[in-house]
């Protein structure tokens, strides 16, 4: 049974949304277009999450069960609850930083996470408006396969003692900061190696006064899963700082400021 009212959580998303009208939006999927109600909310496609999957993934159930909405196979399972951040496929979470929406009944997600669950890859035609849909496997690796148990460990930590108190979208920003220092060819190339990089003094406060051994709080796992499987908050940025609280300012002076979310500034 689909559920027939729209969420307190999905109101305050939607009323926060720019949203373009039914049309705007077409999809193409394996190059032949279909028929389909694409929501645009402030740049992000939203397809219907049934509708979507029936001609992706024709062999997948899909239902309504406590609360959420299930795509259920073999090799598959995915959940998607209204006003999450997140759909999560496989044990894997993937981002959907305006929420997952229920509308008139019709449980709504972002296309490219819906697709990469669905084993699909996605691109977008700006020329024409169009979403292309590529169909692949039909499922997705597994979160226990597919993450790197150090890897969480390590950057849950660091973002749970540096992000006591901020939303989750500062969290992610926070994690998105490690993953970029591990991408670049100045700094180490390890998340463990980032934290306990001991260059100038030490990097992270944590790692020098000990609480980066506490144990994370929930949301922190949860940001560090996301930002292992694509989620990004701060763009390319390479440092952040608390304004309020920091003594040193060699970054604000030095870098180039990209966001600010909660507490932290971020700078590229």
Not at 79 to 97: Q, V
Not at 152 to 159: A, E, G, P
Request: glycine content about 8%; overall charge neutral; hydrophobic content about 40%.
């Amino acid at each position: 049974m689909r559920k027939r009212m729209i969420s307190v959580a999905a109101v305050l998303l939607l009323a926060a949304a720019t949203v373009l009208p039914a049309g705007a939006v077409s999809v193409e999927i394996d190059s032949k277009p279909v028929t389909m109600d694409v929501t645009l909310y402030d740049g992000t496609s939203y397809v219907p999450l049934r509708a979507f999957t029936n001609i992706v993934c024709p062999d997948a159930a899909v239902s309504w069960e406590n609360g959420q909405a299930v795509i259920c196979k073999a090799d598959l399972l995915v959940t998607a609850r209204p006003g999450a951040s997140y759909i999560e496929a496989n044990g894997r979470l993937l981002y959907a930083e305006l929420g997952v929406k229920l509308i008139d009944g019709t449980t709504k997600v972002p296309v490219r996470a819906l697709a990469k669950a669905l084993g699909a890859s996605v691109d977008w035609n700006g020329a024409t408006g169009t979403v292309v849909v590529t169909r692949g496997s039909g499922t997705i690796a597994s979160g226990s396969t597919y993450y790197n148990a150090d890897d969480v460990y390590w950057l849950s930590r660091i973002i749970s003692a540096e992000s006591s108190g901020e939303s989750l979208r500062g969290k992610i920003a926070v994690g998105n900061v490690i993953l970029n220092r591990v991408k670049s060819p100045d700094f180490p190339d390890s998340i463990y190696g980032v934290i306990f990089d001991s260059r100038w003094g030490g990097q992270f406060e944590p790692a020098k006064n000990g609480t980066i051994y506490n144990t994370p709080d929930a949301d922190s796992v949860i940001a560090a899963k996301l930002c292992l499987d694509g989620a990004s908050a701060a763009g390319n940025s390479l440092y952040f700082l608390n304004p309020s609280k920091s003594t040193s300012f060699w970054i604000t002076a030095n870098r180039t400021h990209q966001t600010t979310i909660g507490n932290h500034a971020f700078y590229a």
